[in-house]
């Protein structure tokens, strides 16, 4: 117990000492959240709501949270707070919370999975896997083959998403078929928020950017369907939120046709594991949290871990 608490008081007086040399430095984070939840699970990796809360608190004590949009304020001790996907997860247990403490984020939307309540199929499929009760799924069309196990790895998944990309206009499909193969209960985290709550989001402190139309890989598109995909989310969003987006996320933080999104926004973000620095060009690097404790998310919000792992 008493090292517990050591460490502690030890991590939040390195998270002190790295953020005043950051500042100084012209360096601010930015970081993305990838899911908040009470439920944990070794694949995703959630936050507890309680654990998230916490962070937010020690966060306060150092920084001043801004949305994407004010990436180049002059205040030193910006920081900068994102979500990513939509998903009623994000609705259920992390806007209550950012209401409630008053701190601002932004959350990338993908456009069409809100406009069509289509399910977010890569979140689908991981939880599929996760949670089957079947041992394995098939898909097979042609010479077309798609093989999902049962607890398979991070690594597996990953690449299967990435086959699942070349065929952009049957995903969605093709992970229900193997969802109901493996018998797994469909994911709450592949639900799509729905436009009114995201609008309800937004006039609390939320700013709305654009995470695609169907939350596919950039890596995989001809540079015409990437100025298409980056102006009809645009456009879409605008249309519905009756104020023009300026912030993009590459979905799966897969950086191609960047001159494309560039065109449209004037901030792009990747997922890139820095601090970003006020005075580069680049898309704007974010640092992925996933579960651990609130202190140790402040110390890598600091970017402390990739100075000891560059
Ligand atoms: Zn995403």
């Known amino acids: 117990m008493r090292s517990k ?3 502690l008081i030890q991590k939040a007086g390195v998270a002190r000492m790295l953020t005043l040399l950051n500042r100084r430095a012209g360096k601010r984070p930015v970081v993305v959240f990838h899911r908040v939840h009470p439920k944990f699970d070794h694949l995703t990796q959630p936050i507890h709501p309680n654990e998230f809360r916490e962070f937010l608190d020690l966060m306060l004590r150092l920084y001043v949270p801004y949305t994407m949009d004010d990436i180049n304020t002059t205040e030193e001790r910006a920081c900068f707070i994102t979500f990513d996907d939509a998903t009623l997860d994000f609705y259920e247990y992390v806007y209550p919370i950012l209401k409630e403490m008053k701190v ?25 896997a996760l949670f089957a009760t079947k041992d394995e799924a098939t898909y097979e069309v042609d010479d077309y083959v798609v093989k999902v196990r049962k607890d398979a790895e991070l ?9 699942l990309n070349s065929a952009p206009s049957q995903s969605a499909s093709i992970v229900s078929d193997l969802t109901r193969t493996l018998n797994a209960e469909k994911s709450e985290w592949a639900q799509p ?22 939350h596919l890989s950039y890596e995989f598109m001809l540079p015409d369907e990437a100025i298409n ?79 000891i792992r560059p």
């Not at 104020?243 to 004037?266: C, S």
């Open 155 to 163: 690594d597996e998944l990953l690449q299967i998403i990435k086959t």
């Open 193 to 214: 928020m729905s436009w009114s709550q995201i609008e309800e989001v937004s006039q609390n402190g939320v700013l709305i950017g654009s995470h695609s139309l169907d």
């Open 229 to 307: 995909d980056s102006n009809s989310s645009q456009a879409q969003i605008t249309k519905m939120m009756g104020e023009k987006p300026m912030t993009f996320a590459f979905p799966m933080g897969h950086v191609n046709h960047l001159d494309a999104v560039k065109r449209n926004y004037k901030i792009v973000c990747s997922t890139e594991p820095r601090l970003y620095n006020i005075n580069e060009n680049g898309p704007v690097p974010r640092i992925s949290i996933y579960d651990t404790t609130a202190p140790e998310m402040l110390l890598r919000m600091t970017g402390f871990h990739s100075l």
């Open 5 to 7: 608490v050591m460490s």
């Open 104 to 128: 601002p984020a932004t959350l990338f939307v993908p456009v069409n999975s809100i406009q069509k309540q289509e399910r977010i199929w890569n979140n689908e499929l991981m939880h599929a």
